[in-house]
C-alpha cells in the first residue's frame, strides 16, 4: 500500500504553491462519487504508465482507513424498550470519552473524562460486550442488539471549487513536458470515458508552463515591434531596420541547434535566453550597419564600405559575442541544484551567439550590399553658422 516519490525539496513546495500538486503533472478527475473517482483514477494510472518518459506515478488515497461501525438494529432494541440514544450515550462514553466530573487544585480546573482503555477500544470483541441497561433493569451485550464490525472507508475527501476531486501525480524524464502531455492525453481521452458531470483538468509544472509560454506570445512580438521602431527610428530607413532585425533569425538558428545538439528541452528558461540573445544579436547588427553609414557618408562604395567596415568592425562584434558566451559557460557545465534550469538558458544564449556573429560577419555585409547597391547615402548635418557681430564705430 506503499509508494514512493523521488522530487527535492524546495522543487515540491514551488510546485504546490503554483497548482497544489507536488509533482511535475497532476492529473485532477471532479465528480461526486468517491467510487466512481477512485476507479477512474486507477484506469488513468494506468495508462500514464505506459506513456514514455512517465515516473513516480501515484494515484491520491481517498480510501482504505479503517471505520468502527455499529448499526443499530431497531428492531431488537424495541423488543427490550431501549432507545437508539441510550444506546448511542453508551458507545460515546465507552469509546470517545465523556466529561463525568471536574478536578480543582487551588485556582485551576481540570476536567474528568471517563472511557475504556485502549487495549479494549481498539478491539472488536469488548465493544461487543459492552452492556446497554434496559428499563427493565436487564444488561444486554451491545452484539445482540447491534451489527459491530470494521469496514474500510475513505481516507480523506479532497476538494477544489467546491467539488470532490482525486489527483494522479506524475513525473516526467528524458523527455519536454509538453510532447509527454499531448501524448497521454491523446491516449486517456481514447481509452478513459467519464460519466456525465465529471470533469479531468491537467495542472502541476505543465499549468505553469502553459501559462508561460501564452505570456511569452505576447511579450516576444512586442519586444521585437519595439525593438524594429527603435531601428527605424535611428536609421530613418525601413530596409537597414529589416536588415538588423534578420539578426533575430540568425540568432535563433543557432539556439535551436543548441537545444537539439544538448538534448534540452524548449522549456521556460531555454524562452528566456532567447529574448536575451535577440538583444545581443541586434546589437551587433546596430554595430555593423551604422559603421557602414558612416564609411559611406566619408564618401566611400557601398562595396568598399562593406569590405572596410567588415574588417575594422570585427574586433567589436567578437568582443560584445564573447563576453556574453564565456560569461555563460560556467552554467552551460553546472551540476548542482538549479543547473536544470541554467543549462538550456545559457545553451540557447552562447548556440545562438555563435551562429549570429558568423552570420553577421558574413551574411550580414551581403545584404547590406544588397538593400544599398541603389540608395545614396544620407549626407551629414550641416553645422549651424557661427555667430558674427559687427564690429563698432569709431
Known amino acids: 500500500g506503499l509508494s514512493a516519490s523521488f522530487t527535492q525539496p524546495i522543487a515540491m513546495r514551488v510546485d504546490e504553491l503554483v497548482s497544489g500538486v507536488k509533482s511535475a503533472i497532476g492529473i485532477k478527475i471532479f465528480g461526486d462519487d468517491l467510487e466512481v473517482l477512485k476507479a477512474k483514477g486507477e484506469s488513468v494510472a494506468r495508462i500514464l504508465r505506459t506513456v514514455r518518459g512517465a515516473a513516480d506515478v501515484e494515484v491520491e ?36 470519552g465523556k466529561e463525568a466530573s471536574k478536578v480543582y487544585d487551588g485556582m485551576k480546573v481540570f476536567s474528568l473524562a471517563v472511557r475504556f482503555p485502549e487495549s479494549a477500544r481498539n478491539d472488536v470483541g469488548p465493544i461487543r460486550e459492552i452492556l446497554i441497561p434496559s428499563p427493565s433493569g436487564a444488561l444486554i451485550p ?18 477544489e471549487m467546491g467539488q470532490r476531486r482525486i489527483v494522479i501525480q506524475c513525473n516526467v524524464t528524458g523527455r519536454d513536458l509538453g510532447g509527454f502531455v499531448a501524448e497521454a492525453q491523446k491516449k486517456i481521452d481514447a481509452a478513459v470515458k467519464m460519466p456525465p458531470g465529471y470533469i479531468v483538468t491537467w495542472g502541476g509544472q505543465f499549468e505553469n508552463q502553459q501559462r508561460a509560454m501564452k ?32 539578426n533575430i533569425p540568425f540568432a535563433m538558428i543557432g539556439g535551436i541547434c543548441a537545444l537539439v545538439i544538448g538534448h534540452f528541452n524548449l522549456s521556460v528558461s531555454a524562452s528566456v535566453g532567447f529574448i536575451a540573445l535577440f538583444g545581443v544579436a541586434v546589437l551587433n547588427g546596430v554595430v555593423m550597419v551604422s559603421y557602414f553609414n558612416e564609411l559611406r557618408r566619408a564618401g566611400m562604395s557601398v ?37 536544470e534550469i541554467q543549462k538550456p538558458l545559457a545553451a540557447v544564449v552562447i548556440g545562438g551567439l555563435i551562429s549570429s556573429t558568423l552570420l553577421t560577419l558574413f551574411i550580414l555585409p551581403t545584404l547590406y550590399k544588397v538593400f544599398e547597391r541603389h540608395t545614396r547615402p544620407a549626407p551629414h548635418p550641416l553645422p549651424d553658422p557661427p555667430l558674427t557681430t559687427e564690429p563698432s564705430g569709431s
Open 303 to 339: 562595396a568598399d564600405a562593406v569590405i572596410q567596415g567588415s574588417v575594422l568592425r570585427l574586433r567589436p562584434v567578437l568582443i560584445t559575442a564573447s563576453v556574453a558566451a564565456l560569461g555563460l559557460i560556467p552554467m552551460l557545465f553546472a551540476t548542482g541544484p538549479g543547473s
Open 215 to 246: 505570456r511569452f506570445a505576447i511579450v516576444v512580438p512586442i519586444t521585437i515591434a519595439g525593438i524594429f521602431l527603435m531601428l527605424f527610428s535611428s536609421f530613418n530607413s525601413m530596409k537597414q531596420a529589416v536588415l538588423i532585425i534578420l
Open 61 to 96: 488515497k481517498l480510501s482504505g482507513l479503517a471505520y468502527l461501525r455499529i448499526e443499530i438494529d431497531r428492531a431488537k432494541i424495541a423488543r427490550y424498550g431501549i432507545n437508539v440514544s441510550d444506546v448511542q450515550d453508551v458507545v460515546e462514553v465507552a469509546i470517545g
Open 142 to 159: 451491545l452484539g445482540q442488539i447491534a451489527k459491530v464490525d470494521v469496514t474500510e472507508g475513505p481516507a480523506q475527501i479532497s476538494r
